[in-house]
């Protein structure tokens, strides 16, 4: 019995890619917060002009989540992983999850002014 995906490499995708376009801004600030210190830091910023390359595809692979998740284009057989609800609660779980890292990702240049 073959476990579909059910969006499981979009979600892992599209959080890789918010956590990315967030690197050059919210990186350095937890990494101070931590007590983490030291010019290396500010190396962080060379990823600022991929930025708007990775939200992109953080939000393609949501939709592409989406997509997966919530309509599903085959339906699953009785006895497939697809079919019991605790694995689609998860997945609806993490898609939220991924959706928050990539509003923070958007978000964060607006206000990342009052943290520094």
């Known amino acids: 019995m073959a476990e579909p995906t059910q969006g499981r490499g979009a979600l892992f995708a599209g959080g890789l ?10 990186g350095p600030l937890v990494l101070i ?5 030291g010019a290396w ?3 962080l910023t060379v990823l600022e002009p991929l930025r708007p ?3 992109g595809a953080a939000l ?6 989406w997509r997966r998740i919530w309509r599903p ?5 009785p006895g497939q992983v697809c079919a019991l609800p605790k694995v689609k609660t998860t997945y609806k779980a993490l898609f939220w999850l991924v959706a928050a890292l990539v509003a923070i990702a958007l978000g964060f240049p607006y206000i990342a002014p009052w943290f520094y």
């Open 60 to 65: 393609v692979a949501l939709f592409f989540a």
């Open 33 to 37: 917060t931590l007590g983490f210190s």
């Open 73 to 77: 284009a085959a339906t699953c057989q």
């Open 41 to 43: 830091i500010a190396n």
């Open 53 to 55: 390359a990775f939200i």
């Open 17 to 26: 890619a918010a956590i990315l376009a967030s690197t050059c801004c919210l």
